[in-house]
């Protein structure tokens, strides 16, 4: 660094410093963080490091880049210190001041290269947004965009919803959704089934995380939007924008109708990875195992079973937890269900990596509404 | 007037000639028309005897010494000033000669002024307030051990004490928690008085609380209040014990009782051994007076025919002893509680109880106990507290239990541990060598895995990692709230609370037994959590100040302020301004002065001379200028036009007699140099000034004005300095209306920081002056105030 970007490092970490003065170093943010056992420090100690005024320490700060926003850590802390924003501030700061340690950097370079060669998900389109959004070195843009630009042609295949109308629910699943015909058919008929209509705006793209540009204009315009995504919840939310989790509304319609749901497995391993509402989301795939009479099996091996690997937007491999949990839900011989679109992505390239396959279903995929004679939920998987 | 005043001047031997030209001064003071004696120095012998002369002369011509400051007075005179002299001081001297260069016309110039200023304006002499005999007798409020301990030593003292309780049992939480720090035995000892032998007399005997001037108040509770401090009337109001005291402690009468109270805790008729007068008493919220008990009650020792009994009774002084409570349980919902796996160290000392009872089986009840610290305290959105008492709890059960269980793995999670002094330390240091496991680190939140088995996810700070605990059982070390009904007794005896809550102390160094309400005192963990051992502490302390108190024969020399029934229009601004609640509105009386136009039915300010403290800052405040501080509004205006009419350019200072004019005359011992256009104006507090007073100084030339009183937060009358902060803002804000940019400053200043006296002084002086030259170069400026204000 030159002596110019040394002092403004110095004095942004000083500024830093200044916002966590209260700091206890109590531990409670990794305790709350999903990704508390995976990190090697934990956002205590990057606290701790800008207290300390240590800038070198905290330019090589590898766990920023474990952070999945969730915010856990922030609801959590006893002095009301902002940690998230702490952990996204000093993650700003490897990319201005970090060079070439700074892993986003590298990791776009990754998505880069994968990206002229691989069309489906797992994460990688998170890299196209971010080639599009400049998080790549310069010599990369254009292979980056070339990639970018096979994916627009790939969903210009894709067939087309029709426009929201005044009875259906705008349903949004940023970039996700859109790359998996399959995905979107079941979900799509799931909430059919349920008499929910879900109308998707036509050609909204990226969500704007995690390069931090503003969501689509038709989305802020619509003031709120169903959602399957947190990283989009993010993103929406800085933006204004009210997001309703589509297991909520799945199960609500379920709920309100008094309707059986089918299921495609008799049991089943239920992930929700860092979504902010956790417990919610838990206690409703608890409530649609009950509809469905299949069993949830939540005697994980660790209470959160951690991020999928997601982090900070870019995946980078899974998670020894997620690893751990495929293990798990394989020695079950139960499907891992989430509700989460990220999720079962990422869950789905950490099953890869072993022979004998574990299946990982999107809540929409995995439960449907039961034929209304039916008296029972079974398996039809 | 001046002609009664003789002036005692003082040359200090010397020591002020370099500055000051005597011969000028004194002719100067002489033609004040007033007797001038001018000394090489008073506080010789000669000048001594000379003064004591002056005194005695029956003149009663005013004396006003001028030379050194007060404070210097107040020490080189404190013989003959014990012997009743009164001597007006004007300083010439710390605030003077001594602090100000060579220039010995303008020198002997701001001598004049202080000489004149004291001479012209004098400040009527306090008198003290009428003596009334206090009753001698106290009512203790709450019968905890703080409150026991208080009562009893009050009757050893001799004063006639009245406890009220508002359960059967006396003793509160410390019989409740088995053994306790530091001792290591029960938390229910009591001192023994000097009839009985022992140095320890135990709660759960009978003769613990016995005192004839003792008199216990069970199942009572404090309604209302009313009187003056030092003759207060209190309404008690008391629920009957339906067990008579021809009870022989069977129990058939619990046994019969077919009703269990919602908690499960006990019967409606139910014995709590705890201090041994009363055994047994009927639950009245749960009793369905079925009647089941008194049939089966051998010796008819049930009368459910006894009702709520209504007394009075006088008190010259109230002790809250109200204690505390565990937090309630939403303040560690996130911890899991309450849960059959999660309890607080409280219910835990029960279980522990029942544990070791147990001891037999020869099996841990269990094999893992996580112990949680700080558990909803130290948390801005929970208690932001600390109740220092948490950790020795945990302490003593965690040794205990492992003493129990050897084999039961015992770790606490915590932030720090407060374990204060050589015995805390010791109590750490043996927890560690019973093998208890202390994890620095505080979990977030517990859950439950899906056998309903607490688990804790923590990160262990000192090895850097992040850990799951899976225990059988969890303790969570919750903090202390104020006791349920604090707020609402509080409210009854006039007295302020702190802002958790808990009975907040007069004063948090000085005076941490009273409360802000003259006559009611408070002790133990009503003003915050204490251990047993700063509960037995406090109230020795209490029942000290309360007998000094009801004992004392003599009152303060306050001059209370003078309402001026003509002016007054009771609009209620006095009251709401007084921090002692002297101020009061009463109906005028029908052919009384008023103020004309006045609506028939407005009351008038009156304001309490025993309760008042002589501050001013009522008179500050009044809209109507209608109270006449003993510092009025004409000699503090006339002082201050005396000091600085026709000054160049001078700063004009209100500095409160306590710890500003303390660091101001330490300042002036240590001849810290600053401009002599400096002027001071001393008042009793602060809070003396108002706008009016700032925007006169202004009208009158000051280029800058400050205003110096006590320590943040630490004034001598509780709220001088927001008062004075007040009327700077109203000031300010005329003062910018007229766009007149003269600066107004406060500062807080203790006498430790007298060295800033000279730094602060001079500074401002630059700063004013070179606004001041600024604004006459730029226009003519028209003084503010010079219109309508001046009239």
Redesign the interface.
């Known amino acids: 660094m030159t002596a110019v970007a040394t002092e403004k490092a110095r004095s942004a970490v000083a500024a830093l410093a200044e916002r966590c003065r209260p700091c206890l170093q109590c531990g409670q943010c990794r305790a709350a963080c999903p990704q508390g056992l995976d990190m090697a420090e934990g956002p205590r100690r990057v606290i701790r490091l800008a207290l300390a005024g240590d800038v070198d320490g905290l330019l090589g700060c590898q766990d920023v880049w474990r952070c999945s926003e969730c915010n856990a850590c922030t609801k959590t802390c006893p002095m009301e210190v902002d940690v998230a924003a702490m952990m996204a501030e000093v993650r700003q700061l490897q990319r201005d001041f970090g060079g070439p340690r700074c892993p986003e950097r590298g990791a776009a370079r990754v998505a880069a290269g994968l990206l002229r060669h691989t069309k489906t998900v797992d994460g990688v389109a998170f890299g196209a947004v971010m080639a599009t959004r400049g998080f790549v070195p310069h010599d990369l843009v254009d292979a980056a965009s070339q990639g970018a630009h096979r994916i627009a042609r790939h969903l210009r295949r894709t067939p087309r919803l029709a426009s929201p109308t005044n009875e259906s629910t705008l349903f949004y699943a940023g970039c996700a959704l859109d790359q998996d015909p399959a995905l979107k058919k079941s979900t799509l008929s799931c909430a059919a089934d349920l008499d929910l209509a879900l109308g998707e705006p036509i050609g909204a793209g990226c969500c704007g995380h995690p390069a931090a540009a503003s969501p689509p204009a038709c989305l802020v315009a619509a003031g709120s939007v169903v959602t399957a995504c947190p990283a989009c919840d993010r993103s929406l939310a800085a933006a204004g924008v009210a997001t309703t989790p589509l297991w909520q509304v799945l199960a609500d319609a379920a709920r309100r109708q008094g309707r059986k749901l089918a299921a495609r497995a008799p049991r089943f391993v239920p992930y929700v990875g860092c979504l902010v509402d956790r417990d919610e989301a838990l206690a409703r795939l608890a409530e649609a195992a009950e509809l469905a009479g299949v069993e949830s099996v939540t005697t994980y091996p660790s209470l959160h079973a951690g991020c999928c690997g997601g982090l900070g937007g870019v995946y980078r491999g899974p998670s020894e937890e997620v690893l751990a949990l495929v293990e798990f839900a394989a020695a079950e011989h139960a499907p891992i269900v989430t509700p989460c679109l990220l999720c079962r992505d990422n869950v789905r390239s950490a099953a890869r990596r072993r022979p004998a396959g574990v299946t990982a279903w999107f809540w929409p995929e995995f439960f449907r509404a039961a034929p209304e004679t039916s008296e029972q939920g079974g398996s039809d998987a | 007037m001046t002609a009664a005043s003789r002036v005692l001047l003082c040359e200090c031997a010397g020591t002020m000639s370099a500055n000051i030209d005597f011969g000028a001064l004194e002719k100067s003071l002489a033609a004040e028309g007033g007797a001038v004696e001018r000394r090489r120095v008073w506080c010789g012998a000669e000048g001594q005897a000379r003064l004591a002369e002056l005194a005695e002369d029956g003149s009663g011509q005013r004396l006003v010494f001028v030379g050194c400051s007060g404070d210097s007075v107040a020490q080189r005179f404190s013989r003959l000033i014990s012997q009743g002299l009164e001597l007006a001081v004007a300083d010439v001297r710390e605030g003077c000669a001594w602090v100000h260069g060579d220039d010995r016309v303008a020198v002997t110039d701001k001598a004049l002024r202080i000489a004149r200023a004291a001479v012209r304006f004098p400040v009527t002499s306090p008198r003290a307030a009428e003596v009334r005999a206090r009753v001698d007798s106290v009512v203790v409020v709450g019968g905890g051990v703080a409150g026991i301990a208080t009562a009893t030593e009050l009757a050893r003292m001799g004063h006639h004490v009245d406890l009220v309780e508002r359960q059967p049992f006396l003793g509160g939480y410390a019989p409740r928690i088995g053994t306790a720090y530091p001792t290591n035995d029960c938390g229910a000892c009591l001192p023994t008085i000097e009839e009985q032998s022992g140095i320890r007399k135990c709660l759960y005997r009978n003769a613990a609380v016995d005192h004839p001037n003792l008199a216990i108040w069970r199942r009572a509770e404090v309604e209302s209040v009313s009187g003056d401090p030092g003759e207060f009337e209190v309404s008690l109001r008391q629920l009957p014990n339906m067990v008579t005291q021809d009870c022989v402690d069977c129990g058939l009468c619990e046994k019969a009782c077919p009703v269990t109270g919602p908690d499960g805790e006990h019967k409606a008729i139910y014995s709590e051994v705890f201090d041994g007068r009363v055994r047994w008493a009927v639950d009245l919220d749960n009793c369905t007076f079925c009647g089941a008990c008194a049939e089966a009650c051998p010796v008819e020792a049930i009368d459910f025919t006894q009702s709520p009994k209504l007394a009075r009774i006088r008190a010259g002084a109230i002790v809250a002893a109200t204690g505390c409570d565990p937090a309630p349980p939403e303040m560690v919902a996130h911890l899991g509680y309450p849960a059959e796996s999660v309890l607080t160290q409280i219910e835990f000392a029960l279980l522990l109880d029942d544990w070791e009872e147990r001891l037999w089986l020869d099996k841990p009840p269990v094999g893992e106990v996580v112990m949680i610290q700080?558990a909803g305290s130290?948390?801005?959105?929970?208690l932001p507290y600390c109740s220092r008492l948490c950790c020795t709890i945990a302490l003593k059960h965690a040794i205990r239990l492992r003493e129990l269980f050897p084999q039961t793995r015992v770790t606490v999670c915590y932030?720090e541990l407060r374990t204060l002094g050589v015995e805390g330390e010791s109590w750490y240091t043996a927890a560690r060598l019973a093998g208890v496991e202390f994890l620095?680190?505080?979990?977030?939140?517990v859950?439950f895995?899906?056998?309903k088995r607490p688990?804790v996810?923590?990160?262990?700070?000192g090895a850097?990692r992040?850990r799951?605990l899976r225990p059988d059982l969890v303790v969570l070390s919750t903090g202390f709230v104020p006791a349920a009904d604090t707020g609402r007794i509080a409210g009854v005896l006039g007295a302020r609370l702190d802002e958790a809550g808990f009975v907040a102390a007069l004063d948090a160094k000085n005076r941490a037994s009273e409360t802000s309400a003259e006559g009611v005192f408070v002790c133990g963990s009503a003003s915050g959590p204490k251990s047993l051992v700063e509960c037995s502490i406090q109230a020795s302390a209490t029942a000290a100040q309360v007998h000094g108190y009801l004992t004392s024969t003599g009152r303060r020399r306050a001059a209370a302020p003078v309402v001026d029934a003509a002016r007054c229009v009771g609009c209620d601004v006095c009251t709401g301004a007084c921090p002692f609640g002297a101020t009061s509105l009463v109906e005028r009386a029908g052919d009384g002065i008023r103020p004309a136009g006045l609506r028939d039915d407005a009351k008038l300010a009156v304001i309490d001379e025993r309760v008042c403290r002589s501050c001013g800052i009522c008179a500050a405040h009044c809209p109507e200028l209608a109270i006449a501080h003993s510092l009025d509004d004409e000699t503090l205006l006339g002082r201050v036009r005396t000091l600085v009419e026709g000054a160049d350019h001078p700063v004009v200072g209100f500095v409160c007699a306590e710890c500003a004019g303390a660091a101001f005359s330490l300042a002036g011992l240590r001849r810290d140099r600053y401009p002599e256009s400096v002027r001071l104006v001393e008042l009793p507090c602060l809070g003396r000034v108002s706008a009016l007073h700032l925007l006169e100084a202004v009208r009158l030339g000051a280029a800058g004005v400050f205003l110096a009183g006590c320590a943040e937060e630490r004034c001598h009358y509780r709220s001088g300095d927001q008062s004075a902060a007040e009327q700077i803002a109203v000031a300010r804000e005329l003062l910018g209306e007229a766009g007149n940019p003269v600066p107004i400053e406060q500062w807080h200043l203790c006498a430790a920081e007298r060295h800033t006296v000279g730094r602060r002084l001079r500074t401002l002086c630059a700063h004013a002056e070179k606004l001041a030259e600024v604004n006459e170069a730029s226009d003519e400026l028209v003084p503010v105030g010079s219109g309508e204000e001046s009239s």
């Open positions: 700080c130290r948390d801005l959105r929970r932030l620095r680190g505080s979990p977030p939140r859950e895995d899906a056998d688990v996810e923590v990160e262990d700070v850097g992040k799951t």
